[in-house]
Every structure is written in C-alpha cells, then in structure tokens.
C-alpha cells in the first residue's frame, strides 16, 4: 500500500497503448494522427487581391473604376505584378505582357 500511483504506472509495460499490470488492462490513447480527423473545417478567411485593396483605399464602386484617373494610373504601373479585371483591362485598352514571369 506504500507504492505511489505514478510509480506502479511507471513500472507497468505498455503494449500498443494498452498498460498491462498487476491491477488489470488500463487504456491509453496514442498520441498520434490528426486530432482534428472528422471535425468540421473552419472557414478560412477571404483575402483581397491588390487591386480590390486599391479600389478600396480610392473609395471607388465597379461603375466607376473606368472613371478615375487614379485607379488607371495604379493599373498601368501594375499591369504585369498584380490581378486587373479583364474588362477594365480592355476597357483602357492596356496590355499585358503574357511572358512576363517576375523572375530577374
């Protein structure tokens, strides 16, 4: 009756997560795998490309992209680095250079 609890468990052989001793089978989960296995996915947050981020900063709506000078002039300087709408693309007839890849 003197053995501490912790030591007994410490003595014991474990098996496969299972103690085998003196007082019996006594079970013990692994630790291993996702513990997340069959829950639900949180939603991910939605991030905005740099031109909604543009768009957002210059307080502007979709009818009035093709109208502001600001928005064009950021869309001309970033035309090969950054995601511009197609139609606003061929509505200021800029292009695009489609073999541009951004490596040096």
Not at 3 to 11: E, G, L, N, P
């Amino acid at each position: 009756m003197g053995r501490d609890f912790a030591t007994v468990q410490i003595a014991q052989q474990e098996v496969g997560g299972v103690l085998s001793g003196g007082a019996g089978l006594t079970f013990m989960p692994n630790k291993r795998g996702n513990p997340n296995w069959g829950r639900p996915m949180l939603p991910s947050s939605v991030l905005c490309t740099e031109f909604e981020m543009q768009v957002r900063q210059l307080h502007l709506m979709p009818e009035t992209y093709t109208s502001s000078a600001e928005l064009r002039t950021w869309c001309e300087r970033n035309r090969n680095n950054f995601y511009i709408p197609e139609w606003l693309l061929d509505e200021w007839e800029i292009r695009v250079n489609s073999d541009f890849t951004g490596a040096a």
